[in-house]
């Protein structure tokens, strides 16, 4: 048998909803969250942890971190941008 689907899933419970067992409905979105999470977490612990950083990376979030500390001024952003391009262009 195949499983129903995530759309079919709240089709059905949105028919239980129009007939009035909102018992079962709420019983059946419960379990749907449950193995939403779980579907998240399951993923979660399969991702491989990220790699170290490089020195581009690690300087264009310094750069990020202080523009927005410096409370994103468009000059700011404007010169952030045509440092990161000339350090692009320099690869």
Known sequence: MATPTESEQLQAIRDLLREGRTNEA????????????????????????PGPKTLAQLEHAFKATVT??????PRLTALVVEIEGKAEEAK
Request: net charge negative.
């Open 26 to 49: 709420d019983k059946q979105l419960n379990e749907l969250q449950e193995r939403i999470r779980e579907e998240a977490e399951r993923i979660k612990r399969e991702t491989p942890p």
């Open 68 to 73: 927005d500390l410096l409370g994103n001024n």
